[in-house]
């Protein structure tokens, strides 16, 4: 199984809004409601902050949203904060009953 | 409030087999509904799925690891494992140990991680 595709990098100036995309295919993101994504500090473990496509653990800022269209699911992150500056990645269910990561993307707010 | 901690060698010699456990504390590993599991972070790297073990106790694997790993938990001592035989060097990584919600993406628990190097 090959890795979803993230974006390597994406940019925005503070409160500004930026959108990951995370293209996967018909054999995992699109037949399932099954994607996450996890916010990661360097040095840190990954945290999750959206799951299950659009669901927001308790605790997490409203500012993160997740939609999903297809074969492709998509972070939002409104009003761009410095502490948003993080790795993000995005996680899918597949047909063969696995998981499947993206290959990552850099957060840098300017 | 569940914790999760990894524990186990940070320097394997190429050939040799990874032993790692991940020690739960504040809740119970035999709980319903909950799945445990590992993932992995090389230098530098993405994040790779390892593997799963249901709360049925079924297993679950990366396609490109299977043949090498085994995931199983230990409910006396309250933590699960991973193994991982015939170790190289592109399995030197972070690993870390999760916990996922059962019918949902939402893998609410992490452990810190623990980097094993694969090194002779």
């Known amino acids: 199984q090959s890795a979803l595709a993230q974006p390597a990098s994406v940019s925005g100036s503070p409160e500004q809004s930026i959108t990951i995309s995370c293209t996967g295919t018909?054999?995992?993101?699109?037949?399932?409601?099954?994607v996450s994504w996890y916010q990661q500090h360097p040095g840190k473990a990954p945290q999750v902050i959206i799951y299950?496509?659009?669901n927001r653990p308790s605790g997490v800022s409203n500012r993160f949203s997740g939609s999903k269209s297809g074969n492709t699911a998509s972070l939002t992150i409104s009003g761009l904060q410095p502490e948003d500056e993080a790795d993000y990645y995005c996680?899918?269910?597949?047909?063969?009953?696995?998981?499947?990561f993206g290959g990552g993307t850099k957060v840098t707010v300017l | 409030q569940l914790h999760l901690q990894e524990s186990g060698p940070g320097v394997v010699k190429p050939s040799e087999t990874l032993s790692l456990s991940c020690s739960v504390s504040?809740?119970?590993?035999?709980?319903?509904?909950?799945?445990w599991g590992w993932v992995r972070q090389p230098p530098g790297k993405g994040l790779e799925w390892i593997g799963t073990i249901f709360d049925s106790g079924v297993t679950s694997y990366s396609p490109s690891l299977k043949t090498r790993v085994t995931i199983f938990v230990d409910t006396c001592r309250n933590e699960f494992s991973l193994k991982l035989s015939s170790m190289t060097a592109a399995d030197t990584a972070v690993y870390y140990c999760?916990?996922?919600?059962?019918?949902?993406?939402?893998?609410?628990?992490w452990g810190q991680g623990i980097l094993v190097t694969v090194s002779s």
């Open positions: 504040g809740g119970s590993i035999s709980m319903n509904g909950y799945h």
């Open positions: 996680s899918s269910y597949t047909t063969s009953s696995t998981w499947v």
């Open positions: 018909s054999s995992d993101i699109g037949p399932y409601n099954y």
């Open positions: 999760t916990r996922r919600r059962g019918a949902s993406s939402l893998r609410d628990y």
């Open positions: 299950d496509v659009t």
